[in-house]
């Protein structure tokens, strides 16, 4: 059997030899043009890809260069999806062209119902260099993962599994190591990686996108609420002074965000090791603990093994917990788990959703029809010229398996509208000056799953005030969960794309337990974000984003006592509370930056402020 096994191999490397295959990873291309890079879904559809986000415009060519090495006549495969197809039998809006050295090839994009190769033509190449460009031909959304040449006969396998990928591309591998790994720069990640580091960890802090700042980024635009600088601990939260956008509102221009500040912010930490567009993808453990975390680039494919004794999960949808095992819930609890009034009165699935919020702006556009499904009229669309947080889908879907599909319907539901106004609505008047100024291609999500910590905050304990020994930083926000708006559940039964809420508001503010801020079954895991230990209707009030930055400030102290006691996260609370208290006591924020957040509190303490 073992010396099948090498004749095996040694066959399929001789064939290799023989052959000229190529696969061009598209978010690898050296010009982009107008394409851009979504690695939100690469966990599950495999890889990074790039899309022709042009709001009914298309973009650029993304153009790069290729080395064929023998003269041929070569099968060209693209790697596509129709994101339409869950709604829309017909022809999609996202085609694209492939074009070789000025010479385009079939259209593809438009028919695929899954992540699939789609043959688009042959083309007789001499060897040398050739260039290749993606042509989009609609700026609907287009999208593309990789392009395989080959002058044999082989087909590529439809899920393009790493293994085949790193077979034709290897990638380099190199190795780091820290005190602390922070995965995830949202404005808990931030935090986290700042407070310890200004303690005196040498930090890591990854993330899987060009831009810091998570939901409160120019990408997604979601405005930062509840309060800093209250209950026990009024030192806490004055960090997120030092980066957090003084400006509020959801669905803004992209300077409200103040991306620059929040790099800067970052890069003025001398102990802080900023590795932006790194997707976390696999984690090693030894025994109960995480040995290691490997990232990659999601450009390069560059892979970077990152060491440490400690490691923070801020990644929102809980990657690195997930990886690593920890304990972890999603959905919502029954009522009688934890007598909790505002829980179904039996578990199950739904979360609340993800936003694709956008805006229009004064100018003219010829908008083309778009109808994909969606069934639109004057009685069922909104006479509406922007859509923020309410935007809301996928609440009856699950947030990690099928987000493509979630954010899919999110822009579905936004070209479908915007296209009934400007062509068909009796109103259409009203938007003949207008035309849209910028939409998300990436969701803001608000919920999937949460890691089980040596505590699991609870309905009761927020609206009872429970007093713990542990308590942290301070929570203001209302209790917050979204369910499907009524009217688009009566127009769009299952296919809702409208969100509504009710603000149930704290008595005082509420201290969350250090117990919540690590994982009960990994021993270096830390958490800050909505993916800490607490059930559905406790996160309605912790997920919003100055409490998370305050978690991050809270971890980011545990994470120094435990490499100033050789401890653990449960360590901390068992021996060295006092401590962190004191710690909490100072904060780790700048004292002489004035608080610039008194907008979106949510809070009864409105009139405090």
């Given at each position: 059997?073992k010396?099948f096994?090498?004749i095996?191999?040694?066959t399929i490397?001789?064939?290799y030899?023989n052959?000229d295959?190529?696969?061009?990873?598209?978010?690898?291309?050296?010009?982009?043009?107008?394409w851009?890079?979504?690695?939100?879904?690469?966990?599950?559809?495999?890889?990074?890809?790039?899309?022709?986000?042009?709001m009914g415009r298309?973009?650029?060519d993304a153009?790069?260069?290729f080395?064929v090495?023998?003269?041929?006549?070569?099968?060209?495969?693209?790697r596509t999806?129709?994101?339409t197809?869950p709604?829309?039998?017909?022809k999609g809006?996202?085609s694209?062209?492939v074009v070789?050295?000025?010479k385009?090839?079939s259209?593809s994009?438009?028919?695929?119902?899954?992540?699939?190769w789609t043959?688009?033509?042959?083309k007789?190449k001499k060897?040398?260099v050739?260039?290749?460009?993606?042509?989009?031909?609609t700026?609907?959304d287009?999208?593309?993962?990789?392009?395989?040449?080959?002058?044999?006969?082989?087909?590529p396998p439809?899920?393009?599994?790493?293994?085949?990928?790193?077979?034709?591309n290897?990638?380099?591998?190199t190795?780091?190591?820290?005190d602390?790994v922070?995965?995830?720069?949202?404005?808990?990640g931030?935090?986290?990686?700042?407070?310890?580091?200004?303690?005196g960890?040498?930090v890591a802090?990854v993330?899987?996108?060009?831009?810091?700042?998570?939901?409160?980024?120019?990408e997604?635009?979601?405005?930062?609420?509840?309060l800093v600088?209250?209950?026990?601990?009024p030192?806490?939260g004055?960090?997120?002074c030092e980066f957090g956008?003084?400006?509020?509102?959801?669905?803004k221009p992209k300077?409200?965000?103040?991306?620059?500040k929040k790099?800067s912010?970052?890069?003025?930490e001398?102990?802080v090791t900023?590795?932006p567009?790194y997707?976390?993808?696999?984690?090693e453990?030894?025994?109960?603990?995480?040995?290691e975390v490997?990232?990659r680039h999601i450009?390069?494919?560059?892979?970077?093994?990152?060491?440490?004794?400690?490691?923070a999960?801020?990644?929102?949808?809980?990657?690195?917990?997930?990886?690593?095992g920890?304990?972890?819930?999603?959905?919502?609890?029954?009522s009688s788990?934890f007598?909790e009034?505002?829980a179904p009165a039996?578990?199950?699935?739904?979360?609340?959703?993800?936003s694709?919020?956008?805006?229009?702006?004064?100018?003219k556009?010829?908008?083309?029809?778009?109808?994909?499904?969606m069934?639109?009229?004057?009685d069922n669309?909104?006479?509406?010229?922007?859509?923020?947080w309410?935007?809301?889908?996928?609440?009856?879907?699950?947030?990690i398996?099928?987000?493509?599909?979630?954010r899919d319907?999110?822009?579905?539901a936004v070209?479908g509208t915007w296209?009934?106004?400007?062509?068909?609505?009796?109103?259409?008047a009203r938007?003949?000056?207008?035309?849209?100024?910028?939409?998300?291609y990436?969701?803001?999500?608000?919920?999937?799953?949460?890691l089980?910590?040596?505590?699991?905050?609870?309905e009761?304990d927020?609206?009872?005030?429970v007093?713990?020994?542990?308590?942290?930083?301070?929570?203001t926000w209302?209790?917050d969960?979204h369910f499907p708006d009524?009217?688009?559940?009566i127009n769009f039964?299952?296919?809702?794309?409208?969100?509504?809420?009710?603000h149930?508001?704290l008595?005082d503010?509420?201290?969350?337990?250090?117990r919540?801020?690590y994982?009960?079954?990994?021993?270096n895991?830390?958490?800050?974000?909505r993916?800490?230990?607490e059930t559905?209707?406790?996160l309605?009030?912790?997920?919003?984003?100055?409490?998370?930055?305050?978690?991050?400030e809270v971890v980011?102290?545990?994470?120094?006592?435990?490499?100033?006691?050789?401890?653990?996260?449960r360590?901390?609370?068992w021996?060295?509370?006092?401590e962190?208290k004191?710690?909490?006591?100072?904060g780790t924020?700048?004292a002489s930056?004035?608080?610039?957040?008194h907008?979106?509190?949510?809070?009864?303490?409105?009139?405090?402020k």
């Amino acid at each position: 059997m073992k010396r099948f096994c090498v004749i095996l191999i040694c066959t399929i490397s001789c064939l290799y030899m023989n052959a000229d295959r190529m696969l061009l990873e598209a978010e690898a291309f050296s010009n982009k043009g107008g394409w851009q890079i979504d690695q939100q879904f690469m966990d599950i559809m495999g890889s990074p890809y790039i899309i022709a986000h042009g709001m009914g415009r298309p973009v650029q060519d993304a153009e790069t260069v290729f080395n064929v090495q023998q003269t041929g006549t070569y099968n060209v495969y693209v790697r596509t999806y129709n994101w339409t197809s869950p709604w829309y039998k017909g022809k999609g809006p996202g085609s694209f062209c492939v074009v070789i050295n000025g010479k385009r090839l079939s259209i593809s994009g438009d028919t695929e119902k899954t992540w699939t190769w789609t043959h688009v033509g042959q083309k007789k190449k001499k060897k040398g260099v050739c260039k290749i460009a993606l042509q989009d031909m609609t700026g609907f959304d287009g999208r593309c993962d990789a392009i395989y040449l080959t002058n044999d006969n082989d087909v590529p396998p439809s899920a393009a599994p790493d293994s085949w990928r790193r077979q034709l591309n290897p990638i380099q591998t190199t190795s780091q190591h820290y005190d602390f790994v922070v995965i995830g720069g949202g404005v808990g990640g931030m935090c986290t990686a700042v407070s310890a580091a200004r303690l005196g960890l040498k930090v890591a802090l990854v993330n899987n996108r060009p831009v810091w700042g998570g939901n409160n980024s120019s990408e997604i635009r979601v405005h930062l609420g509840g309060l800093v600088e209250v209950g026990n601990y009024p030192n806490l939260g004055r960090m997120l002074c030092e980066f957090g956008p003084s400006r509020g509102g959801n669905a803004k221009p992209k300077d409200y965000y103040e991306d620059a500040k929040k790099d800067s912010f970052l890069k003025a930490e001398p102990n802080v090791t900023l590795l932006p567009n790194y997707h976390a993808v696999r984690v090693e453990k030894q025994g109960s603990k995480i040995s290691e975390v490997i990232i990659r680039h999601i450009e390069s494919g560059h892979q970077i093994i990152l060491e440490a004794p400690l490691f923070a999960d801020c990644t929102g949808d809980a990657n690195i917990g997930y990886l690593a095992g920890a304990d972890f819930r999603m959905g919502r609890e029954g009522s009688s788990e934890f007598n909790e009034i505002y829980a179904p009165a039996e578990p199950d699935s739904l979360t609340m959703g993800a936003s694709v919020q956008w805006y229009s702006v004064k100018g003219k556009e010829n908008f083309p029809e778009f109808d994909y499904g969606m069934g639109l009229n004057d009685d069922n669309c909104d006479q509406v010229l922007k859509g923020e947080w309410t935007w809301e889908t996928g609440m009856n879907k699950n947030q990690i398996t099928q987000a493509e599909q979630i954010r899919d319907y999110g822009l579905l539901a936004v070209y479908g509208t915007w296209s009934w106004l400007k062509n068909h609505s009796k109103n259409k008047a009203r938007y003949a000056h207008r035309k849209l100024g910028w939409v998300a291609y990436l969701a803001g999500k608000r919920e999937s799953r949460r890691l089980m910590g040596d505590y699991i905050l609870k309905e009761e304990d927020i609206l009872k005030n429970v007093y713990h020994e542990d308590a942290t930083c301070a929570t203001t926000w209302s209790i917050d969960l979204h369910f499907p708006d009524s009217v688009n559940h009566i127009n769009f039964p299952g296919r809702e794309y409208k969100s509504a809420t009710i603000h149930r508001r704290l008595k005082d503010a509420y201290g969350i337990p250090y117990r919540c801020l690590y994982s009960r079954n990994v021993e270096n895991l830390f958490m800050a974000g909505r993916n800490v230990s607490e059930t559905h209707v406790a996160l309605g009030t912790t997920r919003v984003m100055r409490t998370i930055a305050m978690m991050g400030e809270v971890v980011g102290m545990a994470a120094y006592l435990c490499h100033k006691h050789n401890s653990t996260p449960r360590g901390v609370y068992w021996y060295h509370l006092p401590e962190l208290k004191s710690l909490m006591n100072t904060g780790t924020g700048r004292a002489s930056v004035p608080n610039n957040q008194h907008y979106n509190p949510s809070s009864l303490l409105n009139s405090k402020k």
